[in-house]
């Protein structure tokens, strides 16, 4: 008979086993499903650092720095499922470099090091993966996979993998600077050209301001004009003889080219107002046919205190023409048309920096009347050229008992270091200029200068004019204007004259010293701000208005200066 208590022992011992059994069989499920979902997360985790955003970079932290277990680790996974994520690894790493090396070539890295850097690393991956051996992983089935091969090739990448994160780590600061180099170019390139557009339409606005005519100004003419056809009797010199002061060599002459009516009177104005023996001074003022009546109007309707005033058209010479002024003849050419007349602003800013050359009065013949004086005037010795921006200060008979020395021309000098200087008015790359003048030659200003007409005769010239202005018919010689034409007919027959004789500036350089100015001669209101317009330098404009007729009918009547 069995004993009860063995019994009892056997079947609690059976018990206990079981129990055991059954504990060790769920801890061995749950270190398998542990193990399963560590490979699950890392996995997850692994495929996850691998993708790249749009520019190329993992979209957390490019990868770095992590501190996650890759299931490159674990030993206990089955070889194939390991070699597929070894290689995945690689393959991520790989793409991870190419989009590195596609960034730099886009930020156009200075140093193109880095791009090379990215692209052997990329190759380097395609290199190990095509190594013979390790192609032999890839082509067999999970039983035939050889561990120490596999464990080789894990190695490996391994140490790829790291050299990639090292070098993405480095770099990462450099391509974040880059960028931001990158940006800060594209922004001052698009500011440039919004820069260089406005640039361009405000020299075309500023031409048209500084060209244009002003309404008033042109009410003026327009009135004086009026009053010339109402009452030809009262204006005209037709059938009445020739005073003969117009051409006594005794007197002292002036030459005033405008189509200006107010200004030319500001010149004559201020000129009589400081001459001390105002008689003995004699104006010949020439404008242009359209003009003439306006002018004859505006000179006869006050005395001048025993001046003369001589009002002509350019029409009245007859030697002027196309036949014998290169400037006219010029001026039937239809390219040299087209530069000057066209008046499209995407045409008349396509040479920014000439723009203002562009302006049709630089062959105007008013402009060009300055080379023909001896024979506009044969029976003079001198004569005092005065263009109709400047407002005389004091009496100027000074300037006739300066001994000339032989000389053609009493001009300032305008130069002062570099400045002013040939160089900047002629184009010496010509072979003609670069062998005829110097280019560290002085310049010197027109708007008042004093011509002896018998050195000029001796010496011809307006024949030099002439060979000159044929020349440049192309513009090659000079850019345009009167200046560097004169510049070169006397370059050798200028004499210098005193700088408080001729003050320049006053339409362009607001900071001319008062002192300087009360001491000229002449001041000269050269540049784009003339005073006449609403533009004018307010400093400088009371110089120029108290010589202007306001108490005559038409000013009134039209507004000017208001």
């Known amino acids: 008979m069995p004993n009860p208590r063995l019994s009892g022992t056997t079947a609690r011992g059976g018990a ?120 032999a992983l890839f082509d067999s089935d999970g039983m035939s996979i050889d561990e120490s091969v596999l464990r080789q090739f894990e190695k ?118 400081n001459a001390k023996e105002p008689w003995k001074h004699v104006f010949h003022v020439v404008t242009d046919k359209m003009n003439l009546g306006a002018m004859q109007v505006m000179f006869k309707l006050k005395e001048y205190n025993g001046a003369r005033v001589e009002v002509k058209a350019v029409e009245d010479y007859k030697f002027l023409n196309s036949s014998y002024v290169p400037v006219l003849k010029q001026l039937e050419n239809a390219k ?18 000439n723009m203002k050359f562009r302006n049709p009065k630089y062959l105007s013949i008013l402009n060009h009347l300055r080379f023909y004086l001896p024979e506009m005037y044969p029976k003079l010795n001198r004569i005092l050229f005065l263009d109709d921006d400047i407002v005389v200060q004091k009496d100027l008979t000074g300037l006739w008992k300066i001994d000339m020395d032989g000389k053609v021309n009493g001009a300032v000098e305008t130069c002062f270091g570099s400045f002013h200087r040939y160089a900047q008015y002629m184009n010496f790359s010509h072979p003609l200029i670069k062998k005829k003048f110097n280019p560290n030659a002085c310049a010197w200003a027109y708007g008042m200068n004093f011509f002896d007409l018998d050195a000029w ?51 362009y350089n607001p900071s001319i010293s008062m002192d300087e100015i009360r001491n000229a001669a002449v001041v000269h209101f050269n540049g784009n701000m003339k005073p006449w317009l609403d533009i004018a330098m307010n400093q400088f404009k009371p110089i120029w208005e108290k010589h202007v007729d306001y108490d005559l009918e038409f000013v009134q009547g039209c507004n000017f200066g208001m």
């Open 457 to 507: 005769r001796r010496v011809n010239c307006t024949a030099d004019y002439h060979y000159w202005q044929n020349l440049n018919e192309n513009r090659t010689l000079w850019k345009l204007g009167t200046l560097p034409p004169g510049l070169i007919t006397f370059y050798s027959t200028t004499k210098p004259l005193d700088k408080s004789w001729h003050v320049l500036g006053l339409g």
């Open 16 to 135: 206990a086993s079981s129990f055991k059994l059954l504990a060790l069989a769920i801890a061995a499920c749950a270190v398998v499903f542990f193990f399963s979902s560590i490979t699950f997360v890392f996995t997850s985790s692994a495929a996850d650092s691998s993708d790249l955003d749009a520019s190329g970079f993992n979209s957390g932290s490019f990868g770095l720095g992590s501190t996650r277990r890759s299931v490159l680790a674990l030993k206990s996974d089955p070889l194939k499922p390991r070699l597929d994520q070894i290689r995945k690894q690689a393959e991520d790493h790989r793409t991870l470099a190419l989009a590195y090396a596609s960034y730099a070539r886009k930020l156009k890295l200075e140093n193109a090091k880095l791009v090379r850097i990215f692209a052997d690393l990329s190759r380097n991956y395609s290199d190990l993966m095509n190594k013979p051996s390790y192609r």
């Open 336 to 353: 040299l048309q087209q530069f000057y007349f066209e008046n499209k602003l995407e045409n008349a800013t396509k040479d920014t920096t």
């Open 156 to 273: 490996e990448v391994k140490e790829r993998i790291k050299v990639t994160r090292q070098v993405i780590a480095e770099a990462k600061e450099s391509f974040d600077n880059q960028l931001k180099i990158q940006k800060l170019k594209d922004t001052i390139f698009q500011v440039n050209e919004q820069l260089t557009k406005a640039k361009k339409q405000g020299a075309f606005s500023s031409l048209i301001a500084a060209k244009s005519i002003p309404k008033s100004l042109h009410c003026v003419a327009m009135r004086l004009m009026e009053e010339r056809i109402a009452h030809p009797e009262k204006y005209t010199d037709e059938g009445k003889p020739k005073p003969p002061e117009l051409e006594d060599p005794s007197l002292y002459h002036y030459a005033i080219f405008s189509d200006n009516v107010i200004a030319a009177s500001v010149v004559v104005n201020s000129a009589v107002k």
